[in-house]
């Protein structure tokens, strides 16, 4: 809501035109948790009441589906201390698991081929899980984001290699190293972290 033009009508009205777009559709909320401010400015509160109201008018209800997108923690959080109306409208509630390495590794080894168009060994592949296990265990983990932007950084390195449509396994070490540098702020990356998951309601 902060970067939809409008802001000054106040959040209310900017959520319910947002809503008469997507009657008819499906309105796809994500970090819905920034829904709910702990520091209570009342803008957040607005909108938030806004909506609770109107998924039970005639003119929406039944009409359109909303799914409010987030990690874990924060969208309880949010269900649990924002209009309590919102929780008892929000049907169901569906976790999504975080990637482990073996799927990490298998979404890098198809992002490389069909969207990269880089040819991967059988050696390649092979080593893919051992760079993903480092990936998944570094604090803050974005699970497909992340996979995304390692994969940049692979094709990248192979880039600047003799051979640069085939992918080698120090093109990966250098790109896995330069990630996780990326995430933690420092080489060898950081402490493992409880990772959030993905929740949409």
Same mark, same amino acid.
């Given at each position: 809501?902060?970067?939809?033009?409008?802001?000054?009508?106040?959040?209310?009205?900017?959520?319910?035109?947002?809503?008469?777009?997507?009657?008819?559709?499906?309105?796809?909320?994500?970090?819905?948790?920034?829904?709910?401010?702990?520091?209570?400015?009342?803008?957040?509160?607005?909108?938030?009441?806004?909506?609770?109201?109107?998924?039970?008018?005639?003119?929406?209800?039944?009409?359109?589906?909303?799914?409010?997108?987030?990690?874990?923690?924060?969208?309880?959080?949010?269900?649990?201390?924002?209009?309590?109306?919102?929780?008892?409208?929000?049907?169901?509630?569906?976790?999504?698991?975080?990637?482990?390495?073996?799927?990490?590794?298998?979404?890098?080894?198809?992002?490389?081929?069909?969207? /990269?168009?880089?040819?991967?060994?059988?050696?390649?592949?092979?080593?893919?899980?051992?760079?993903?296990?480092?990936?998944?265990?570094?604090?803050?983990?974005?699970?497909?984001?992340?996979?995304?932007?390692?994969?940049?950084?692979?094709?990248?390195?192979?880039?600047?290699?003799?051979?640069?449509?085939?992918?080698?396994?120090?093109?990966?070490?250098?790109?896995?190293?330069?990630?996780?540098?990326?995430?933690?702020?420092?080489?060898?990356?950081?402490?493992?972290?409880? /990772?959030?998951?993905?929740?949409?309601?």
């Amino acid at each position: 809501f902060e970067d939809v033009p409008g802001l000054p009508r106040g959040l209310a009205d900017v959520a319910r035109d947002i809503f008469e777009s997507a009657r008819g559709a499906v309105l796809f909320v994500d970090e819905a948790y920034r829904l709910w401010d702990p520091h209570g400015r009342s803008y957040f509160q607005e909108a938030t009441d806004e909506i609770v109201s109107m998924l039970t008018e005639d003119e929406f209800k039944g009409k359109m589906v909303v799914i409010f997108a987030g990690y874990s923690k924060p969208m309880r959080e949010m269900l649990d201390n924002v209009n309590p109306g919102l929780k008892s409208r929000v049907s169901e509630i569906i976790d999504f698991p975080d990637f482990d390495a073996k799927s990490s590794a298998e979404l890098a080894e198809l992002m490389l081929q069909k969207r /990269k168009r880089l040819q991967v060994s059988d050696e390649v592949k092979a080593a893919l899980p051992t760079y993903t296990e480092k990936l998944v265990s570094t604090p803050n983990y974005a699970n497909g984001r992340d996979v995304d932007n390692w994969v940049k950084r692979i094709a990248s390195e192979c880039a600047r290699r003799d051979h640069p449509s085939v992918v080698d396994v120090e093109a990966v070490q250098v790109a896995t190293d330069k990630m996780i540098e990326h995430m933690t702020g420092k080489k060898g990356g950081g402490k493992k972290k409880k /990772k959030k998951k993905k929740q949409l309601a």
